[in-house]
């Protein structure tokens, strides 16, 4: 399929790693014609001296050697010239630099020969290794060492003395050496890189696990402020309502009697979060959690709130004696437990909550049942994230929630909660 006339393709890579350099533009297709980059900068200025450190060795007669094939004076520019053209090109576009320059070299050694030529070709294939591609960096270094042992061997084939073995080293600093080095600074460079791409992923994920833990922080305050204010607020809501809708002392000194007292317990669970949000972790002491030895004296509370609006509570703990549980699960059946009976003053019809805990099988049971129907006087409003928090509760846990009704329609249906917690044997503290 082919691209449309007007879609200019072109490829970039980083210095030192992919064929092209990162400062300068690769080859661009457009309308099937191949446009060559523009020289870097720095290529342009070292191929500028080299060319000028040639010219100058030339108008002093400096040359590597004497009676070749072209002895004219002039000969020696060309390959230099050439040579030139290709340095300049060295990080734009290596493998046509290093093309040209072997072509310059080889022509070089059929005149007298220019010192700045050789240099540059050394240059080009060192850039050739550094700039090019994967497969080309891979290969120069074993061409040249092939290279330079053929050379050894021809002359030495056909000298048959020492000298071949001066001509092979020399070859090899030319092209092997430059070559080894382009390698090894190629691999420094994509090391550097890796290293660089992994520090910016593990920067990521460790960023990702703060976000993280802040959310879930601030999931855990908004579950405990809920918990632990909503009983209260709503028992306050409840109360100050029949105390303005019903004309009647009585009713009126036991509502704020009653509001008065889940004031000062609200203030009182807000100072000690407040306080725990204030204090650092290694300032901080130990924070006392409520435990499930709290139920009595949280049933007498809900109790109390839900008297005048026709609600008994019960509490029915068939726990047998035996170790007792991590601070976790005591802490979860505690909070559901407390959202169940908040729930229970706002919404529940007159008649019996019960509480009941049991366990078993390594789980224990939390289930609270509230009368489910039309429920008559005053009631505070729901939001909704009481549920939401005792299921975040029980997830975390590993364990289940189920809440709805337990029965249809009549005047005995019921509304329960049931949450199954399960319990670590390792975990489990003495009794």
């Known amino acids: 399929m082919t691209k449309p006339a007007y ?11 992919g064929p092209y350099a ?28 080299s060319l000028a450190v040639g010219l100058l060795l030339w108008s002093y007669g400096l040359y590597l050697a004497a009676d070749r094939v072209f002895e004219q004076r002039w000969a020696a520019l060309v390959p230099l010239v050439v040579m030139a053209a290709a340095e300049s090109a060295r990080r734009t576009a290596p493998r046509t630099a290093l093309v040209v320059g072997t ?61 071949a073995l001066l001509v092979g080293v020399l070859s090899g600093i030319v092209s092997f050496l430059p070559a080894v080095t382009g390698s090894v600074v190629r691999n420094h460079r994509e090391a550097a890189e890796a290293a660089r791409l992994r520090a910016g992923q593990t920067a990521l994920l460790a960023e990702m696990d703060r976000a993280q833990a802040v959310a879930a922080e601030r999931a855990r305050m908004a579950r ?53 949000l204030r204090e650092s972790g290694a300032e ?26 026709g609600l008994r509570f019960a509490l029915d703990d068939a726990r047998r004696d035996g170790p007792g549980l991590p601070a976790p699960v005591e802490l979860a059946a ?40 039309e429920r008559p006087g005053p009631r505070a409003p729901g939001s909704g994230a009481g549920l939401v928090g005792m299921r975040e509760r029980v997830a975390l846990l590993g364990g289940s929630l189920e809440a709805g009704r337990a029965a249809d329609g009549g005047p005995g249906a019921v509304w329960r909660v ?12 003495p009794a």
Not at 7 to 17: K, Q, S, V
Not at 234 to 244: D, F
Not at 357 to 372: D, F, I, K, N, Q
């Open 7 to 17: 879609i200019l393709r072109r490829r970039r890579g980083r210095a030192g790693i």
């Open 22 to 49: 990162e400062v300068a533009g690769a080859p661009a297709v457009l309308d099937g014609t191949v446009t060559l980059p523009r020289p870097h900068p720095h290529d342009v200025f070292i191929a500028l001296a």
């Open 103 to 163: 072509a310059a070299v080889v022509g070089d050694q059929f005149t007298n020969g220019n010192l700045a030529t050789v240099l540059m070709f050394s240059d080009v294939v060192y850039a050739a290794v550094v700039y090019g591609t994967p497969a080309q960096a891979r290969r120069i270094p074993y061409t040249t060492a092939l290279v330079t042992v053929g050379i050894t061997v021809v002359f030495l084939v056909w000298w048959q003395n020492a000298v």
């Open 224 to 276: 405990e402020l809920h918990d632990v204010v909503a009983n209260h607020l709503s028992a306050i809501a409840i109360h100050s309502t029949a105390a303005l809708s019903l004309d009647d002392p009585d009713t009126t000194r036991r509502s704020l009697t009653v509001i008065r007292e889940n004031s000062v317990a609200g203030l009182a669970e807000m100072r000690r979060l407040i306080g725990l």
């Open 284 to 309: 901080a002491g130990p924070a006392a959690t409520a435990t499930l030895a709290g139920l009595d004296a949280l049933v007498a509370q809900a109790r109390a709130s839900g008297a005048a609006s």
């Open 334 to 373: 505690y909070r559901i437990v407390q959202e169940s009976l908040t729930n229970a003053l706002k919404h529940a019809a007159p008649g019996e909550v019960r509480v009941a805990l049991a366990r078993a099988g390594g789980a224990l049971t939390v289930e609270v049942t509230s009368p489910y129907g």
């Open 418 to 429: 049931r949450a199954e917690l399960p319990v670590d044997a390792s975990e489990e503290e």
